[in-house]
């Protein structure tokens, strides 16, 4: 899954003895993640923060209500709460905290339709916490803003540039109803984006375990491809592996682009047949147990790569391993960036694809006239991102610049040789020589995209790449594909091209 170039800003260091709290609570691998991690990780949290009011709140029901549910991030990282309609306050004052989950009560009538709910009762049992009913949540925080007039919150804010989100709109209100309190959007943020880019053992397990299950998925789809074959087939074979294996689904929008559909980064339409000669990217991963594995793969319809494929293929690998030979505990997070982009640059200039590694091209306007180097034609976005309750998650290295035990992130360069490269450069003397050297390169790779993508996981025992069930080199890939097809019926692309075609 890709993520645009950003640079985050630099997030200050949680205390020591909060992190060591974290990790020392982690549950066994395998095992539920223990309650005492969930409490061990509020303790982080608010020991980074002052006196005051944590507010962290929970998604609410999906509306319509057949859209599937997926609590927020950060207050399921806080809670391990995994019902709609919930919310944190934790009351830092004088040393002393005291922690209160506001759930909805049960209701007999509404969970036949919705299901059982933990309910007030059941959340000392469970969490350890004081429960309290969600209908009272503003009254309760009105009463304890009067005395701690400081409130950190922690929710979907500010995610809509046209409209406020109902967390917005509840923050709002409280304000208006509080003038005297201070709203802080920022600071509990920024400590539990820290903490959430250091991932304890039993986080680390479940992305493990999400990312074999992933890499599995992968190859039952490989062994549909084929000339005829329908990228929603390849997408399904996939996907029903991961919920055999129990995986709770797709970690994201699953990309299946063959052909020209290669070179578009986030496609996923998945709707195309693909035809003899073609490559196939498959950008496709599971979460497990909320966490959630990131895997891309680039393999030939026809079961091999054509020479101008291959060559576009090694300069991608080469510098996925590049960047990968730069994983080390303490290492710089940035010489993973540096070493595949060297040779990215140096690759497409031996494919007469760009004119040297540090040329540049005309990318303004001409109000705005600028350059960017020339490599960006065709490797647009970051290296990679941290992984885990979102398949783009904070890592640690984000604000530290270290890779530190762990850290979980995905490595995955890529080439994309437009069709219509050409004809999208701005019109300016410089772009017109530019075209006329490089025109024969980008017109004999045309729509050759490649994408690898890996998940690696920094663990006391080392570094570890979880995805490496699923080939990454071309002879590995060829010889699986090589194997003789899982029974397909080619009635169903024949279907669809009818239906497409309109007859």
């Known amino acids: 899954m890709i993520v645009p170039v950003t640079h985050p800003p630099r997030l200050r260091r949680l205390a020591p003895l909060a992190l060591a709290a974290l990790l020392a609570a982690a549950a066994p691998a ?120 400081t409130l950190f919150v922690l929710g979907d804010l500010g995610a809509r540039m046209t409209e406020r989100s109902v967390h917005d709109q509840f923050v709002d209100a409280l304000a208006a109803g509080n003038p005297s309190v201070k709203v802080d959007q920022a600071a509990a943020r920024r400590a539990i984006t820290l903490l959430r880019g250091r991932k304890s053992p039993a986080e680390l397990e479940r992305i493990r375990l999400a990312s074999e299950i992933s890499a599995r998925g992968h190859v039952d789809a490989w062994r549909l491809v084929q000339p005829g074959i329908a990228e929603f087939e390849l997408q399904a074979a996939a996907e029903g592996r991961w919920r055999a294996e129990g995986a709770d689904g797709p970690s994201y929008g699953t990309i299946v682009g063959s052909g020209p559909n290669s070179t578009t980064l986030h496609y996923n339409r998945n709707d195309r047949i693909a035809q003899a000669g073609e490559v196939i990217v498959m950008d496709m991963a599971a979460y497990f147990d909320g966490y959630a594995a990131d895997i891309t793969r680039t393999v030939p319809v026809s079961g091999r790569f054509s020479a101008e494929q291959r060559a576009v293929y090694e300069v991608v690998l080469n510098a996925q391993k590049a960047a990968e030979r730069q994983v080390r505990v303490d290492g710089p997070s940035r010489a993973m960036n540096d070493s595949a982009n060297a040779v990215i640059a140096a690759g497409l200039t031996a494919l007469g694809l760009i004119e040297s590694p540090t040329a540049t091209y005309d990318c303004g306007s001409a109000q705005q006239p600028r350059t960017c180097p020339q490599t960006f034609l065709y490797y647009m976005h970051g290296l990679g991102h941290g992984i885990g309750l979102l398949v783009h998650d904070p890592d640690q290295y984000s604000a530290t610049g270290r890779i530190q035990v762990g850290s979980a992130f995905t490595i995955e360069p890529g080439i994309y040789v437009r069709g219509n490269l050409l004809d999208i450069l701005a019109d300016t003397p410089r772009n017109r020589e530019l075209k006329a050297r490089i025109g024969p390169a980008v017109r004999r790779y045309a729509n050759i995209g490649v994408r690898i993508e890996d998940d690696f996981l920094v663990t006391e025992a080392g570094v570890l790449r979880p995805s490496q069930g699923v080939p990454r080199e071309i002879d590995e890939i060829e010889r699986l594909l090589a194997q003789p097809r899982a029974p397909r019926d080619p009635a169903v692309a024949a279907r669809y091209k009818r239906m497409k075609s309109g007859r």
Do not use: C
């Open 30 to 149: 395998g095992a539920q993640v223990a309650q005492a991690e969930f409490a061990a990780r509020r303790a982080a949290l608010m020991d980074a923060l002052p006196d005051g009011v944590l507010l962290a709140l929970g998604n609410g029901e999906p509306n319509p209500d057949f859209i599937p549910f997926h609590q927020h991030p950060h207050f399921f990282y806080l809670t391990g709460f995994d019902e709609p309609g919930g919310a944190l306050v934790i009351v830092k004052r004088g040393g002393e905290r005291r922690e209160l989950l506001f759930v909805r009560p049960g209701n007999p009538a509404e969970e036949v339709w919705t299901g059982a709910r933990l309910g007030v009762p059941g959340v000392k049992a469970t969490t350890g916490m004081e429960g309290r009913d969600a209908s009272v949540l503003r009254a309760v925080l009105d009463s304890i803003l009067q005395a701690t007039p």
